[in-house]
Each structure stands twice: as structure tokens, then as C-alpha cells.
């Protein structure tokens, strides 16, 4: 089988084509200008390598509701040019194909729960920390949506009492991403995180951050496993920390299995960064059987 994955970033488009067990068989990295340029590129890609179905993990917000007239379009976003833009009918009228559509961060929770570490549990959260905060909720084997899609990265926190940054996000001063996406720790600290790795107080604070987050996470979505990917958890020190604080704060409210050894419960991506092209072949792989 041939199948189209798509993951449409921000700053570049991943167009690839895989098989039905998860293999990449090639991929072309396609940067995101305005759609009037991008698009008819990404149409050629999929057309030229008769793909048999697509699957697009997008950056969003995105419209998810089945119901509604305008599913599958990017909504509101401060990349202008794709505002309001319909990404879902634009590659399904071109390519005639099944066309399978949900947030990256989703599609990386897709990913590692077909082929990766959390793989045959019913419940599972992939986390993404890096310019922004998203997450994707895998619950009861199937992706959470709703009205719209969780937008966990804007969650409101408790500041710590030391920190006295504003906070990023025009809309919270004290939400997930406003405090501890990339972004926000560059302003914090005047460098960007990699050049922070040796400053123990940046990660501390930072681990105060994420550890609040997965606490309510836990407490909401109940997962079996939590995944913690993306470009600021590269700094690996960070996983002790998170899991340390993560218990302070939990402080022995829950008990169960899972929960008995934080290492496998809070843990990195296992599939070379390849989760998220993976979860959108998985997303074709849907549509097809649908
Ligand atoms: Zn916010």
C-alpha cells in the first residue's frame, strides 16, 4: 500500500509516503509559505506517487467537527495567510482519495499508540513543549475532539511565588504555554533553552510548570502513560525533575499500578521523531477502513 502522510507545520510542510505497518518510504520537507504557493506543491508531491488515502496532522486551531461547514479548515491562527483556509477540502478535491485529518499533536498521540511506548493502551497523552504547548488525548482507543480539539497548552497554572515573568500568551498571563513554552523561557532567562542547559534554576522552574500540568492532566484523563516530546524536552534533565515535582505535587493522592514507577509513566517519544508522520499514515489507514 501506498499511503500520503501530511504534517503541516507552521514553518514547513512534511510530505511523505509510508505503507500500512508505519514504514516511510521516502519524504520531502516543503517550507510554509502562503497556500497560494505551498499547496499546489504539496498537491504534486501526493499526485505524482498515487498515493492511495492521506492523512494530514495539522498545526491549529482546526474546525474537527464532522457537522460542520467549515470541517477541516484552519481556523483562527497568526500565520494570516492560512486563516480560514480549507486544508482538508483542498487535498481532497485534488488527489480523490480518502482523506483522514487531525491536529500534529494528535496524530503524534496516533503515532506512538499504534507503533511506539504506548502502544496497546486504551489511555494515553502525548504533550508537545516547544514554540507552543499542545497536547493530544488518546482515550479509550480512539483521539479526543469535541467542540474542537483539547487545547491543554493553555491550562492556567499556579506561578510560582519566586518567578516574576509576565507571562507570553496575549490571552493568559499565567497559562502552560505562556509560562513554560520555549518562547517564554528565552524571554525569562535572555537565551534560548539549549544555551541554558547547565543553569539548574531554569530547569527547575521549569519542571515546576510541566509537573502542575501533568497533575491535571492525570487527575482529568486518567492515562495509562504521559508522553513528553518536543523541542524543549531535548534537554533531558528535565524527566527526573518533572517526575520528582510531579509526585510532590500529586503527594500520594492516587495509587495505582501505573503510578508506582513514574519512569515508565512519564516518558519520552520512542519513535525517532518519526511519531507524528507515522500518526497521520495511521490517520489514512482509518479512512481507509472506514
Ligand atoms: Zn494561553
Redesign the pocket.
Known sequence: MRIGALEAGGTKMVCAVGDENGNILERISIPTETPAITMPKIIDYFKERNIEALGIGTFGPVDLDKKSPTYGYITVTPKLAWAHYDLYGTLKEALQVPVGLDTDVNASALGEATWGITKGLDNSIYITIGTGVGIGVYVDGKLLHGMLHPEGG?ILLAKHPDDNYKGR?P??PN?M??LAAGPAVEERWGKKGYELADREEVWELESYYIAQALVNYTLMLSPRRIILGGGLMHQEQLFPLVRKKFQELLNGYLKTKELEDLETFIVPPSLNDNQGIMGCIKLALNEIEK
Open positions: 493553555h500568551c490571552f493568559h497559562c504555554e505562556s
